[in-house]
Structures are given as C-alpha cells and as structure tokens.
C-alpha cells in the first residue's frame, strides 16, 4: 500500500505564493506519475498538473499554466506543487495523487487526504 501525506497548505493573499509537498512511501516512487488535483466548495474535482516518473515531462490545467511548477525528488520520494501569483479562485482543498499511467489520465491508483489553500483577496 502506499501513502500519499500533502503538507504546506494554508492562507495567503492574492498575488502571493506557497510551496506544497507531498511525501509518498513506496520503492517505486520514481515509476509513478504524479499529480496534483484541486476541489473548491461546491465544485468537481480538477486537474491541476501532472509529472512523469523521471521529472523530465509535465502536464498543467490552462488555468494555472505560467504560474504552477510541478516537480519532484525521488531521492526524498516527494513531489512539489510550487504556486505563485495565486488568485481568490483557486482557493481549494489540493489532492495529491500516484500511480497514474500517462500525465493526461485523470485515473490514479492513490490518493492523499488534501491541504486545504486558501487565497484571500
């Protein structure tokens, strides 16, 4: 089984940035692809970016594209979620998810329990 633990979440103004984390158990962490997804109040679960096994391939949703950085350290089996010039809407719990087979899937094998980010205005 494996773990997936998101940390670095919390409140920040608009127009400024956070640094999220997460740390996934595991000896195969640099198979799996790796993603990041997003659910605000009231709405469906999103995509927000995705990265191969290597690191050396990344996939982003258009609305964060220029402004998330996904990237990962298979030394420290931990995958990052860099965000800047962050804005009211994309305030959201973020999921952190593994096993995926392609960075376009939206069908990953495991799930974190979510960092909630919140971005005032």
């Known amino acids: 089984q494996v773990q997936v633990v998101e940390s670095g979440g919390g409140l920040v103004q608009a127009g400024g940035s956070l640094r999220l984390s997460c740390a996934t158990s595991g000896r195969t962490f640099n198979s799996y692809v790796m993603g990041w997804f997003r659910q605000a109040p009231g709405k469906e679960r999103e995509f927000v970016a995705a990265i191969s096994g290597s690191g050396n391939m990344r996939n982003y949703a258009d609305s964060v594209k220029g402004r998330f950085t996904i990237s990962r350290d298979n030394a420290k089996n931990t995958v990052y979620l860099q965000m800047n010039s962050l804005k009211p809407e994309d305030t959201a719990v973020y999921y952190c998810?593994?096993?995926?087979?392609?960075?376009?899937?939206?069908?990953?094998?495991?799930w974190g329990q979510g960092t909630q980010v919140t971005v005032s205005s």
């Open positions: 998810a593994a096993g995926a087979r392609s960075l376009t899937s939206l069908k990953y094998d495991y």
